[in-house]
């Protein structure tokens, strides 16, 4: 590759009448659908009385929050991962398109609290450990596997988990976030150092904590069922979507004429970042699959049951298609990954898979109905089949799409497009794939 003359300069982010539209208008819009959805929802599913139907009505809302809480949350917070593991790692490459996961991060200030409420409203009504008496012996609705649980899951520890969680992962987001500002005006290694020291602390206890806040969100959900991938598993969700939103955005903003020293060699790792974790995410997702097939123990294959053989099939499928099959076939090539025509269909067609993924982890578990309490689980619990995209589903998708955009956009604005004192800065300006 011909290097030409690189030029480090200040640039900054200016953000358009545009983007307020397609941000705001994302929100409006998605607002509105999901109101007329949620009032217009009327199942008719047999054996259900009046009441146990606006149950389902409350059931649905309260999935399709927690399906884009926990959907965009991660993506924020595997952008703060991204950051401290090439830090860890030394990498001069991503310096140049750095401050893109740093404006994603920024979402945490917001998309946690929210995160937090959906489970705090949702708890007694989408999780099926917390109903009143299930953990207590004598109890008409007693159910011994999961008093066998009550150790960990119980609601004093699982809300004391989250907000620690939460907030070490949040606080550390702001401290990058700083430190990468601070370095702008006083150059130096002091904000690097920094830097450094808090990626390896954070990437160490991310990783424990990651795991067990899938478990608690996510997994929790089907409380008799547990994979010891299932945290692998979500953050490869998280991880190859927030790889997705970043090649997004690196695309835009050079089609804007912003980011002079971000060439098709940063998009070209983009889009390798893409193609292989992809191939990642797919390998977990057969691991965990085939593991749980092969031995066919009951508690653990009716998880798969519901989504392989009930009505949620076609997703099933769906998922593994649009998130192996396009990003495998359409990313083989060298030029494609390059390519903003082709990087744009992947990453929506990515970043819709991925979606769906977060979907098929809660729709099945979270929309079942207790029935009489004196059955013994799983026999008091009615099966409700797939209600489809409707309204509801495609509003609270494009809310959170909205809200997750225009936080992104606004932190552009605070600091330069890069970050122009870091020491690797025009190592990245220099990058080159070598073939």
């Known amino acids: 590759m011909e290097h030409v003359e ?17 941000a705001f208008g994302l929100m409006i819009v998605g607002l509105i659908l999901a109101v007329i959805g949620y009032f217009t929802y009327h199942p008719h599913i047999e054996g259900l009385s009046e009441h146990d139907l606006h149950h389902l009505s409350m059931k649905r809302l309260l999935s399709n929050l927690l399906v884009n809480g926990y959907f965009f949350f991660i993506i924020s917070i595997c952008a703060v991962a991204f950051i401290a593991i090439s830090q860890l790692a030394n990498a001069g ?32 009504v989408l999780y099926h450990w917390a109903h009143d008496g299930i953990m207590t012996e004598g109890s008409s609705n007693f159910d011994e596997i999961l008093a066998s649980k009550s150790w960990y899951l119980n609601k004093s520890f699982f809300y004391v988990r989250l907000i620690l969680f939460m907030s070490f992962w949040i606080f550390s987001a702001f401290l990058i976030r700083k430190f990468s500002r601070n370095e702008d005006q006083i150059g130096g290694l002091t904000s690097f150092n920094k830097t450094y020291a808090l ?9 424990f904590t990651f795991s067990m806040f899938s478990w608690d969100v996510m997994m929790s959900i089907d409380a008799h069922w547990y994979s010891t991938i299932f945290s692998v598993y979500n953050f ?19 089609g804007k004429g912003y980011l002079n020293i971000v060439t098709d060699e940063h998009q070209h790792d983009l889009g390798k970042f893409m193609f292989a974790f992809s191939v990642f995410w797919t390998y977990m997702w057969v691991a965990q699959f085939l593991l749980i097939w092969y031995a066919n123990i009951p508690e653990e294959v009716a998880y798969y049951k519901e989504r392989l053989f009930g009505s949620y099939k076609f997703y099933f499928y769906f998922v593994v298609c649009i998130n192996f099959l396009i990003p495998f ?15 744009v269909f992947v990453g929506a067609c990515l970043l819709i898979g991925h979606w769906m993924d977060v979907y098929l982890m809660v729709m099945p578990g979270a929309m079942n109905l207790a029935t009489d309490p004196s059955d013994a689980y799983p026999a008091g ?8 995209f409707g309204m509801m589903e495609i509003g609270f998708a494009c809310l959170f799409a909205g809200l997750f955009l225009w936080m992104t956009l606004k932190a552009l604005t605070k ?21």
């Open 6 to 22: 690189v030029q480090i300069k200040e640039e900054k982010y200016q953000i358009t009448e545009g983007n307020k539209k397609w």
């Open 93 to 124: 490459w991503y310096v140049a398109i750095r401050r893109i996961p740093e404006a994603m991060s920024e979402y945490t200030l917001i998309g946690g609290p929210i995160l937090l409420l959906i489970i705090i409203l949702g708890l007694p």
């Open 199 to 207: 990626s390896a602390a954070f990437t160490v206890i991310f990783g």
């Open 236 to 254: 490869a969700t998280g991880w190859v979507s927030a790889l997705t939103i970043m090649s997004l955005f690196t695309f835009y903003l050079r």
């Open 329 to 343: 076939f359409f990313f083989m090539s060298r030029d494609n990954k390059r390519s903003r025509t082709v990087g």
């Open 381 to 388: 619990i009615i099966k409700v089949p797939a209600q489809g």
């Open 415 to 435: 600091a330069n497009l890069y970050p122009t004192k870091h020491p690797y800065v025009m190592e990245s300006a220099l990058h080159d794939v070598g073939i």
